[in-house]
């Protein structure tokens, strides 16, 4: 969901939805043991006037796989006791990437609690010196 001051830009949506990860987790003593699964759906907003597709080539746009390769090897590299600071860490990183206005990155722990779907946590984060 975008923010309602957004109205009047013209964005690229590009997604990650469902992307599961063994990660190391958590601050209870059972986190901390053994790595647990997550679900991460990222979803980053470009602003098409600034990239603009003209000829119709892999250049004009984002390489996709770069999602999927900064979020695995940001979850094998450290253990995390929130996932707040993992949403964050995703978002950071994301958009590093310049043409990278807005990015929505969401964390799930589908094996938490035997009566829910998932717990999880969500961030919605933007370019400061663009938008």
Not at 48 to 55: K, S
Not at 72 to 83: D, E, P, S, V
Not at 123 to 131: A, E, F, G, I, P
């Given at each position: 969901m975008l923010p309602h001051d957004l109205s009047g830009y013209d964005f690229r949506r590009i997604f990650l939805k469902?992307?599961?990860?063994?990660?190391?987790?958590?601050?209870?003593?059972?986190?901390t043991l053994a790595r647990q699964r997550i679900v991460i759906d990222v979803d980053l907003y470009i602003a098409?006037?600034?990239?603009?597709?003209?000829?119709d080539q892999i250049e004009e746009v984002l390489d996709y796989d770069f999602l999927r390769d900064e979020i695995?090897?940001?979850?094998?590299?450290?253990?995390?006791?929130?996932?707040e600071t993992l949403a964050e860490t995703i978002a950071d990183r994301v958009l590093e990437r310049p043409l990278v206005q807005l990015v929505r990155v969401q964390i799930q722990k589908p094996d938490v609690y035997?009566?829910?779907?998932?717990l999880g946590v969500e961030?919605?984060?933007?370019?400061?010196?663009?938008?």
């Open positions: 469902g992307f599961q990860v063994q990660a190391s987790i958590g601050f209870h003593s059972h986190e098409r006037d600034q990239a603009p597709i003209a000829r695995k090897a940001i979850t094998m590299n450290r253990h995390f006791n929130l996932q035997e009566d829910c779907e998932s961030v919605l984060r933007r370019q400061k010196k663009t938008l």
